[in-house]
């Protein structure tokens, strides 16, 4: 890794990587290919397109070293990159007569993240019969705020209402927030953020389920 540039409200960060080789016996071509992985929060470390990026980049044939850098910028913040170098080495007729794998360190973008979770869940009845009222207790348990805030209803397995509900929730509040549906039979299911849209600090606590009483 060259380059880590920390995150900016205006641009985000960047990070600027460097792969390099020399060439081995028997060698006509050498080809590299850079991937990106974040990882956000406790969430495991998923892989992120960009222009440029998981791509086989090719020697001149009979060099006898081979170096590529690769840019990525926007990079969000509170979230971790590492990225995974891949190196083949190829004979004449196209084989690869050799293969390497290395990671490169983690290129950390500091910031702190929202951390949402679903609170407790009241269940009453509707107005009209066969229906009832979810109100549901959203909570921001990190130290940064969330915008744009989607909560998901399901009842016994169906999605029954879902909405852009909270505008924007401050570190350490809490919304409720009214969802519509049918009386539950079996199991209800809320899922706030459920398009996955906000970086948080902690993704599991996002959903709340239970039996209907």
């Known amino acids: 890794m060259l380059a880590c540039t920390p995150w900016e409200p205006d641009t985000g960060g960047s990070v600027t990587y460097?792969?390099?080789?020399?060439?081995v016996s028997g060698t006509a071509r050498m080809a590299l290919?850079?991937?990106?992985?974040?990882?956000?929060?406790?969430?495991?470390?998923?892989?992120?397109?960009?222009p440029g990026l998981d791509v086989w980049r090719r020697s001149r044939d009979g060099a006898a070293a081979f170096r590529y850098e690769q840019q990525v910028r926007g990079l969000r913040r509170g979230v971790v990159y590492r990225a995974v170098a891949r190196y083949r080495w190829l004979s004449s007729d196209g084989r690869v007569i050799l293969r390497k794998?290395?990671?490169?360190?983690?290129?950390?973008?500091?910031?702190?993240?929202?951390?949402?979770?679903?609170?407790?869940?009241?269940?009453?009845?509707?107005?009209?019969?066969?229906?009832?009222?979810?109100?549901?207790?959203?909570?921001?348990?990190?130290?940064?705020t969330a915008d744009g805030i989607g909560v998901l209803l399901r009842v016994d397995g169906?999605?029954?209402?879902?909405?852009e509900v909270i505008d924007v929730l401050q570190p350490g509040e809490a919304?409720?927030?009214?969802?519509?549906?049918?009386?539950?039979?079996?199991?209800?299911?809320v899922?706030?953020?459920p398009k996955d849209l906000i970086a948080e600090s902690r993704e599991i606590d996002n959903v709340r389920t239970a039996r209907c009483l």
């Open 101 to 144: 794998r290395r990671r490169s360190p983690v290129c950390s973008q500091a910031g702190n993240l929202p951390n949402l979770r679903v609170g407790a869940v009241e269940v009453r009845p509707g107005e009209v019969e066969g229906t009832a009222v979810y109100r549901v207790r959203v909570i921001n348990r990190g130290l940064s």
């Open 158 to 163: 169906e999605v029954v209402d879902e909405a």
């Open 191 to 193: 899922v706030v953020d």
């Open 175 to 189: 919304r409720t927030v009214t969802l519509n549906g049918p009386v539950c039979r079996r199991r209800w299911r």
């Open 18 to 23: 460097a792969a390099r080789m020399r060439a």
């Open 33 to 50: 290919r850079i991937r990106l992985y974040e990882r956000v929060g406790d969430a495991p470390y998923e892989s992120v397109q960009a």
